[in-house]
């Protein structure tokens, strides 16, 4: 097994280009299902759960062609099958896009159940709710559930609450259904219009996305086309959180600051400066962090997947800050690592107390998500000795080179076989 190991570095200085997003490109590659002809898409990220959408996609007939320019067709008119592979469908949370990708045009899909971060539950009932009120119906297995339709119809769907994946989910289903459907109190996330920029390049109608209300137009067939996934702008803001922790300054490059908003309003409040362009943006450190209160939301507000690294930023601010985590109560397992390597944090009823200033030191710790273990990358920047980060298949999922990225900003970071470790050093974290 893989590892990582973090030395305490100078402030990080330079540049780095924000590869696609993860997010949106889960969308992306299960959309293009809903064709007719090849579809060639443009800065898909190579992670672990797209390689794994590659595999299942192979198995059922869609052909996948990677490019010397990193473009990757995908055609989909040579598929035989939707029964996907449950324990490979069951490795990462989206893979119910399928779902709606395939549900219409051939009318019965079957699918692992939702896997990937745990965040204690993350429910399916929204997605069970709109895609029965437009006809269809579903059989649970143990390890998987199947979906039936043998038609789809358009319906007035009311979301009780705001999700992006039902709502990506549904708006696919809907794109080739019967007749008119309108999704209420919809994610407005830029992972849903990326979605429906794609799907509308390959003929659907599609107007409302980026609003809480989405209409959508079935059509009877779409074409093949040519697209391009937004930058990712959770990779982004943790980048730029990199400088604050280690009181450099750090320019990401290849973004959309507008789906940044929330997180460069709290950094500034935290003390940080910023010089925001069309496609860039550089924070650089004012020597000052100050304590701050956060609370998670859907966007436009501050985005659960930024919470942990800035936590990582705040165990750096002296003075207590607060972070209310909305969205999934129970994503603090980065919390008790930062713990185990001296920060001072409590946790109670889905909120954390961080009384920043403390002085932090390198240990051996676990990423136990994508996230968390950028968390503890930043952390480790600004500890003492040796952090040591376990796990590193979750932040594989997540991101593309993280070593060689946070490298080339002058970070002193490598990746290591956990394998070359003495068995009780991965126990007790001694080295």
Not at 48 to 72: C, F, N, T, W
Not at 285 to 304: C, E, Q
């Amino acid at each position: 097994m893989k590892a990582i190991k973090v030395e305490w570095s100078d402030s990080l200085h330079g540049s780095v280009h924000i590869p696609g997003s993860k997010n949106s490109s889960l969308a992306l590659l299960a959309a293009v299902c809903l064709a007719d002809e090849p579809v060639t898409l443009h800065g898909i990220p190579d992670i672990a759960d797209l390689r794994v959408i590659y595999e299942m996609s192979r198995e059922i007939g869609l052909q996948v062609e990677h490019h010397e320019s990193g473009a990757i067709t995908m055609d989909p008119r040579n598929i035989t099958s939707t029964v996907l592979d449950p324990v490979k469908s069951s490795s990462f949370r989206a893979a119910y896009y399928f779902v709606g990708s395939l549900l219409a045009k051939f009318g019965k899909v079957s699918v692992g159940y939702p896997g990937g971060d745990d965040f204690v539950s993350r429910p399916m009932d929204q997605h069970i709710k709109a895609l029965q009120m437009m006809g269809a119906s579903f059989t649970f297995n143990p390890t998987s559930y199947t979906v039936e339709a043998k038609e789809l119809h358009g319906a007035t769907i009311y979301f009780d609450m705001i999700t992006c994946g039902a709502t990506i989910n549904v708006m696919m289903a809907a794109a080739r259904a019967k007749g008119t459907t309108v999704l209420l109190n919809a994610a407005r996330d830029p992972e849903v219009t990326d979605t429906a920029n794609l799907l509308n390049v390959l003929g659907a109608k599609i107007t409302g996305a980026g609003t809480d209300t989405i209409r959508i137009e079935g059509v009877a067939s779409l074409h093949g086309g040519s697209y391009t996934v937004i930058p990712d702008r959770l990779i982004a803001g943790a980048f730029l959180m990199a400088a604050g922790v280690t009181g450099g300054s750090v320019t990401v490059d290849n973004v959309i600051p507008e789906h940044l908003s929330s997180c460069l309003a709290k950094l500034r409040e935290i003390g940080m400066e910023l010089d925001v362009h069309d496609n860039a943006i550089t924070a650089h450190s004012t020597g000052i962090l100050r304590a701050t209160r956060v609370r998670t939301a859907m966007y436009p507000g501050f985005a659960t997947d930024l919470q942990q690294p800035l936590t990582a930023l705040l165990t750096q601010a002296r003075g207590k800050s607060i972070i209310g985590e909305r969205i999934y109560p129970a994503r603090f397992n980065h919390a008790h690592q930062l713990i185990r390597m001296g920060a001072d944090i409590k946790i109670r009823s889905g909120v954390a107390s961080i009384n920043g200033g403390n002085v932090l030191h390198g240990t051996l710790v676990h990423a136990s998500d994508v996230r968390a273990g950028i968390c503890l990358i930043l952390a480790g920047l600004r500890a003492e000795g040796t952090t040591t980060i376990a796990g590193v298949q979750h932040i594989d999922r997540g991101y593309e080179d993280v070593v060689g990225s946070f490298r080339s900003l002058g970070a002193n970071i490598s990746m290591f076989d956990s394998n070359e470790m003495p068995a009780h050093s991965l126990i007790t974290g001694t080295k």
